[in-house]
Nanobody
Framework: QVQLVESGGGLVQAGGSLRLSCAAS????????MGWFRQGPGKEREFVAA????????SYATAVKGRFTISRDNGKNTVYLQMNSLAPEDTAVYYC???????????????????WGQGTQVTVSS
């Protein structure tokens, strides 16, 4: 099973940017579909973005489309989430997740993911 560690969270003003990283170890990342999810205060965990094994396919939640970009570097075993034009409603703990798959597809439902990181806090002040 792959182990995941997120980093890059912090406090930022509205309109600012952050780049989250998710470093994987234990298995080659290229065998995994990757996703980012978030959980805000008093809210359920929600889908943010996903990327297929090759990186050729991506999907975004409506709330972040056009502002966030998911990418991956399989050679570095790392997945990224570039977040621009941040707003207070983006405040949440952000988690990366991995699902081993033999196909170059996407998964949006968090219950489909096998491995999770510990999360990194993102706080956007108004």
């Amino acid at each position: 099973q792959v182990q995941l560690v997120e980093s890059g969270g912090g406090l930022v003003q509205a309109g600012g940017s952050l780049r989250l990283s998710c470093a994987a170890s234990g298995r080659p990342l290229g065998s995994y579909v990757m996703g980012w999810f978030r959980q805000g205060p008093g809210k359920e965990r929600e889908f943010v973005a996903a990327i297929s094994r090759s990186g050729a396919k991506t999907s975004y939640a409506t709330a972040v489309k056009g502002r966030f970009t998911i990418s991956r570097d399989n050679g570095k075993n790392t997945v990224y989430l570039q977040m621009n034009s941040l707003a207070p409603e983006d405040t949440a703990v952000y988690y990366c997740a991995a699902r081993f798959d033999t196909f170059d597809i996407l998964w949006i439902d968090p219950t489909n993911y096998d491995s999770w990181g510990q999360g990194t806090q993102v706080t956007v002040s108004s």
